[in-house]
């Protein structure tokens, strides 16, 4: 089953089809910590990827509609493109990136409004010439004096690679609502590829998959190592009891590379991971409409994110 819109959508109430519709592939890209799973889920209004300070929390390629009006937004998240590390971990999530922008409509290329430094250069290799790029500026609200960012925004329009420069902070819904209408302006006619009140292609297991890992990593912030993951070992769904309407049990295992991690994780007494589960459970019954029941576990995989046979078995092409 995949997430589809809420009662109460914080997009508010949709406006009428009218005229052509529209609909495209949209990817967003950039280095990590731009605040690029931030952005998606603003633009599709309703959280369906996790966030998190630590780089390379985004490590799948995570698609979200978006539909208004005539228009279909397809968006796809990509992992931030590293070049710090070359493990294969890194590698398949490059490998993502890179897959990510071969066959798009346009591309959302994500900076920290003010800063192009050479992590971002070295991602325009991977822009192709034949497809649009916006600029997006972003974490425009943590920028003190906005008057200082117009002239990196005039030497950004000098480099001539790009469409549109959009300043914005996802933060702020007439930024993203701006944003939007100018993505639909690169948009092609035609019919809309999903129906109107999905928001996801990734299933419900994937979500709760990808929400204990973001609560893993907030909860533990900069002592944990990124190359912790989470494998979902049983998902089942039944028949809910009087107001709720589903029931869904969750087991899953929490992969960690060393005996101090897994204490780590566990925390004094469990409290830790108990911790965990607890708000992982609290929002899965939000997102889902269902009672949850989730189960952790946390076991020790030694140099497993540089083993390129153990990582396609947890998932990472």
Known sequence: M???KLTGDVGGPQEPVT???RCGLIAIVGKPNV???SLLNALVGQKISITSRKAQTTRHRITGMRTLGATQYVFADTPGFQTRHGNALNRALNKTVQGAVSDVDLIL???EAGIFNQADLKLLPLLSRDIPVLLVANKLDQVNRRGDIAPWLQEMQAK??????VPISAKNPKDTERLLGICSQFLPEQDWWYAEDELTDKSEKFLASELVRE???RLTGDELPYTSTVVIDKYEEEAGHGKNKR??????TIVVERDSHKAMVIGDK???IKRIGMETRVELEKLMDAKVFIELWVKVRSGWADDEARVRSFGYE
């Open 2 to 4: 995949t997430i589809q």
């Open 19 to 21: 005229g052509d519709k």
């Open 35 to 37: 605040g690029k799973s």
């Open 109 to 111: 290329f994500v900076v």
């Open 160 to 165: 001539g690679l790009f469409a549109e420069l």
């Open 215 to 217: 609560k893993l990593f």
């Open 247 to 252: 029931f869904v049990k969750i087991a899953a």
């Open 270 to 272: 469990g409290e830790r």
